[in-house]
């Protein structure tokens, strides 16, 4: 059967809505208790009923991501040219990089308590710490793999070091940023509800947190897809960006 555009374009919601449908008449069939696992149409009512706080919360996680999130770009863009711009740097400060990026941000969230206390401050932090590492990693892996035969040629035609680091390098590291930018931004939101559920005050994870103390488990549901929601819209957006500022990296997509 050939796939047509239409066909991909519809394909997410018709399985989200076949997953929607299947959920719901599982619960239904076996008359699972809403305490353990609500149905769509209850969570759905938890929306109706606590739109306010809701909005309110999503909010408040929106922005404390989106800044941590921008000090992740900020920080992750500079490393990965440090890194991906020298050898000496790459083989000093990539393995470092890696520990850390292995050490559990839930176990951090305490220290950043004690250093920033209860607040928005662990929030931007965790969703930082746990989202410039995708970033650092394929700026630098963008800068690293630069054919030789390519730098060698414009070496000889008088370019410099930087020249072709900025002028080459760079442009051709843009689907790499974007790709990072993708998975950069989800995690963030798990960064951000991290902390929330650990030392805030307010939010979806703290909501969230709320809600499941008080055996609120459609609230808590209702928390999770708001989450997810803004994940997914964000991570629509970068790749409405990365395609119309990189269309020559995915010539060979176009026709699919």
């Not at 997953?19 to 929306?47: D, K």
Request: aromatic letters at 12%; proline letters at 5%; a positive charge.
């Amino acid at each position: 059967m050939k796939i047509t555009k239409s066909m991909e374009r519809w394909s997410p919601l018709v399985l989200l809505v076949a997953v929607l449908i299947l959920w719901q008449v599982v619960v239904m069939a076996f008359a699972i208790p809403e305490f353990i696992f609500p149905s769509p149409s209850q969570i759905a009512g938890q929306f109706i009923e606590f739109s306010g706080p809701l909005l309110e919360a999503a909010w408040k996680t929106f922005w404390v991501t989106m800044l941590g999130f921008a000090i992740a770009i900020v920080v992750g863009v500079l490393l990965g040219f440090l890194i991906g711009s020298s050898r000496l740097a790459y083989t000093a400060i990539y393995p470092l990089m890696v520990a850390f990026n292995a050490v559990p941000k839930a176990a951090v969230v305490p220290i950043l308590v004690v250093w920033f206390g209860i607040g928005i401050g662990p929030g931007i932090l965790t969703a930082f710490l746990i989202s410039f590492f995708p970033i650092t990693v394929n700026i630098a892996t963008g800068l690293a793999t630069l054919e030789p035969e390519l730098e060698d040629v414009l070496r000889v035609l008088g370019a410099k070091r930087w020249d072709v680091l900025v002028k080459v390098g760079l442009p051709r590291s843009m689907p790499y940023f974007y790709g990072s930018l993708k998975i950069a931004i989800t995690l963030a939101f798990v960064g951000t509800v991290l902390a929330e559920m650990t030392a805030g005050d307010s939010g979806i994870g703290y909501l969230i947190s709320s809600a499941g103390s008080q055996q609120r488990v459609p609230l808590a549901f209702a928390g999770l897809v708001t989450i997810g929601a803004m994940a997914m819209a964000m991570y629509e957006l970068f790749s409405w960006v990365e395609k119309r500022t990189t269309g020559w990296a995915h010539r060979g997509t176009q026709g699919h």
